[in-house]
């Protein structure tokens, strides 16, 4: 069985998210019943808590927003259709 790499937005974009971007790929994650964990984190540029996903869900999640479709649908057929 593969073991799923918990990773943050910042680590799988290289670049801070933002809090928009970051509760819509939470919500997604959420409506999806996909694991969610959290770090906290502390340097120059942010204080507090990051949530962790899945990377492949990550890569999924971007993949649907590059060809225009809307996440959660996108995802949820991809689940259902497995």
Do not use: C
């Not at 819509?24 to 502390?42: E, G």
């Amino acid at each position: 069985m593969e073991t799923q790499q918990l990773i943050s937005l910042y680590d799988y974009l290289g670049y801070p998210a933002g809090p928009e971007l970051g509760r819509q790929v939470a919500d997604v994650a959420i409506k999806l019943k996909r694991q969610i964990s959290s770090r906290n984190i502390t340097n120059t540029r942010y204080k507090g808590i990051v949530h962790l996903y899945d990377r492949k869900f990550l890569k999924e999640y971007f993949e649907a927003k590059q060809l225009g479709l809307e996440p959660a649908t996108a995802l949820e057929y991809l689940q259902n259709n497995r």
